[in-house]
DNA sequence: AAACGATGTGCGATTAACGCACAAAACGAG
DNA sequence: CTCGTTTTGTGCGTTAATCGCACATCGTTT
């Protein structure tokens, strides 16, 4: 069925840069032929997940049913989410949980404060794992060749002056991680911005996913980070590992 | 593309109640064959949206991408997200943004306090516009005849002993959430559970969406909600106004 | 204004989807 | 446990949908 292939393909080529496109700028992106690209286009309109306003195309809410699905038919983002809530009106600060999924984390919930970052994070959202403090723990449960790997798979790339793209100084960090049980990263996403993420692991003690908080530096350092909010967030992860899974 | 519906749809089927499907599974809920089913669930696995463990489907995070798409790539979402935390923060009671799909609400943005209703409630989300308040007040901006058709093509059944589900006894409370600018829902989704809500309109003063505070009727009456949060909850509503498309 | 490049669209050749029929498992009754 | 029944999963030839070319059209540039 490689017009369902397709059709996705042309569902996630749309976003924070790309609101509205034209047949043209989907088979761009997508790699298809503007035919092939036109015809998924025109039947995601005639179903109802895209709108046509005679020059562009847009995605309607109903794409949200998508990803709904699989947050409602996950226990784990509707398990962590009002710890993360609770975790926030405690510190006032933002809190988030993520998968790691290749080399990217994926955010499946969170719960903010304010707006810290640059550009707006919501369920779904995507980061490079390497600088991240929850792709981090994430990447430190796996054996170490896997870790490697997965790593150089992302290309990592400075996205600060701090941020760390050597991979054994990565690989250094993630031993650092994992004989912590945390990880802090101190402006290597964002300018500015810090974060600290500890693993969250199942009944079993495998890591299934990670849980961070993150502000800003003029507001909190890295060592005040660990000192007021690691105990609760050690709490909260002994809390949640008998309910997960 | 009949493929691309069908393979949507079957993304769709997945909620939770219905976590990991078998083919057969899929095929009874989409009225799909088994084989078409069984072709869409194969390649959603080969491309990642699914997995298989011999017996049964799931999805995996990467549907997320999807809801994401259109998260990333609407203002709405991310313009109001910080306004309701402050909101929540506030008021201590969980607030929400949706829009009106047909003769129902899709949530687009959540800042959740505490668990107060028995199904959790996320971005994407969708209940019933007929009975919930941001529903009223989406529907009274509609000419009236349009809010009727809605109102009876979802149906209206009783959720709760207080659920008002005449037809005209719900053209009334529109009437009324249209006179009064908001509208307040007394326990008609769930019981113990009370929600305020008030139209978000663009600059030009087309609603365009609706936001809403809701808590438990054993903390906050409705006439202290509208007491208490109303002024706060206007105040917002003008700060957007201008904000929006 | 005229030529160019890029975009959107119809149409026949080709490939992928359909649904039947079979196999295999799951279920229930005796 | 065994047989009969029902339900499920899968291969295969036929049919219908997709492919990508060619043309028409629009917006830019010289």
Known sequence: MAALEKGL???????????????????????LSRAAARRCLLTLTRIGYAEFDGKFFRLTPRVLRLGHAWLASSALPQLVQPFLERLSEETHESSS????????????ARSAQRRIMS???????????FCTSMGRVLL???????????????HPR????????????IMAALAAAREQGYSVVDQ???LGLISMALPLANARGETVA????SGQVQRTSAEEMVAQFLPRMRSMQAMLRPLIK
Chains 1, 2 share one sequence.
């Open 119 to 129: 550009v707006g994070l919501s369920v779904g959202s995507r980061l490079p794992a």
């Open 97 to 108: 949980a993520s998968l790691l999924d290749g080399h990217e984390i994926v955010y499946i």
């Open 210 to 213: 990670a849980f961070n908080i």
């Open 9 to 31: 393909a042309v569902i996630e080529c749309f976003d924070a840069a790309h609101e509205k496109l034209t047949i043209a700028d989907v088979a761009r992106a997508t790699e």
């Open 140 to 154: 430190a449960a796996l054996p170490p060749d896997e870790a490697r790997e997965r790593i150089l798979a992302g």
């Open 188 to 190: 290597e996403l964002e």
């Open 158 to 169: 400075a996205l600060t002056p701090h941020t760390v793209t050597e991979p054994e100084r």
